[in-house]
C-alpha cells in the first residue's frame, strides 16, 4: 500500500514575506507586467505587485494571466496525457503584440516542481512574441524586442524534465525539498490548514 507523500503546510503569512524578501532582488529585472500562470502564480504575482509599485509614481505593474494543466484533468484531455503533456486552457488574447512588443515580462508561479510548465510557459510566449517581432517593419524591430524572466515562490530541490533558457533571469524565493506543498489559496478550512501548519514547525 502506497503511504501519503510527507506535506508542507504554507501559510499566507509565510508567502507574503518570502515575495517581500524576493522583490528587491527582482525589482533589478525592472518588469513592465507580470504574466501570472493559473491558478498557482495568481496570488503571488498580486503580493509581488505591492511590492514593485513605483515609489515615485504609484504606478502598478500589470497582470495579466495564462492558465496551463499538468497534473488536472481537462476536458478532452486523456489520462495518458495527464502528468506528461503541458495543456493550455486559457492564453494571451488578440492583443498579443501591443502586450508583449518591447516590454521586460516576469512569468509568475507558485511552485517550480517538474518545470514542465514552466519551459512550456517561456517556450509559447517567446514565440508568440517573436511572431509579434516579425510582423514589424526591419527598422522597428530592434527597441521592441521582449525580455523574459522567471519567479517561484518555491523550487522543488530535484531533478527537473523541463529546461528554461540560460539567458533568463531565474529568481526564487525558497527552495525546498521534494515534499507535497499544501498552498493556503487550496485551502477549503483555513483555520485548520493554519492549525497544521503551525504544529509542524513545533515538531
Known sequence: MATEPEHIRVTYNEVHNIIKRSAEQIREFKPDLLIAIGGGGFFPARVLRTFLKSPDTRKNVPIYAICLSLYEPV??????????????????????????????????????????????????????????????????????????????VHNKLKPKLGSLPKDIPYYVGDEVEDLWLDYPWEATDIEEHDRFAAAQKKV
Open 75 to 152: 476536458p478532452g484531455v486523456t489520462d495518458e496525457q495527464i502528468g506528461s503533456e503541458v495543456i493550455r486552457t486559457q492564453w494571451l488574447g488578440p492583443e498579443v503584440a501591443e502586450i508583449l512588443l518591447g516590454k521586460r515580462v516576469l512569468i509568475v508561479d507558485e511552485v517550480d516542481d517538474s518545470r514542465m510548465t514552466l519551459q512550456y510557459a517561456v517556450s509559447e510566449l517567446q514565440k508568440d512574441a517573436e511572431n509579434a517581432l516579425q510582423s514589424l517593419p526591419n527598422h522597428k524591430r530592434e527597441g521592441a524586442k521582449t525580455k523574459f524572466a522567471v519567479f517561484v
